[in-house]
């Protein structure tokens, strides 16, 4: 059974820093996309950062870029989001979820929502102005 664990989460002040965790288990394939995505009160949720597990390669949405970096660490079956420079609008509920055994998308050709079948529970992030 696939599980998602993500942990990290917390209350900071504007222009400080997370780095939040997601542990998988449950699969022993190594390469898969892995996504963080976040959700706002009344908003839609939307992807943040991710990380192809086969080869490192990395893609962000525009807010994110500069601003995060999104990192793995395979002997442990953990990715990384670290966040600096906190706004206000990035307070939100941020999930890690994995386009698992869809091997086409092991590069994260595709990062919307419906591509990723497995998600965790979520860790709450909330950004102080």
């Known amino acids: 059974q696939v599980q998602l664990v993500e942990s990290g989460g917390g209350s900071v002040q504007a222009g400080g820093s997370l780095r939040l965790s997601c542990v998988a288990s449950?699969?022993?394939?190594?390469?898969?996309?892995v996504g963080w995505f976040r959700q706002a009160p009344e908003k839609e949720r939307e992807g943040v950062a991710f990380?192809?597990?086969?080869?490192?390669?990395?893609r962000f949405s525009d807010f994110a870029k500069g601003r995060f970096t999104i990192s793995q660490d395979n002997a442990k079956k953990t990715v990384y989001l670290q966040m600096n420079s906190l706004k206000p609008e990035d307070t939100a509920m941020y999930y890690c979820?994995?386009?698992?055994?869809?091997?086409?998308?092991?590069?994260?050709?595709?990062?919307?929502?419906?591509?990723?079948?497995?998600w965790g529970q979520g860790t709450q992030v909330t950004v102080a102005s």
């Open positions: 449950g699969y022993t394939d190594t390469d898969n996309c």
């Open positions: 979820a994995v386009s698992h055994q869809q091997p086409w998308n092991r590069r994260c050709a595709a990062t919307g929502t419906p591509y990723f079948n497995y």
């Open positions: 990380i192809s597990t086969g080869d490192g390669g990395t």
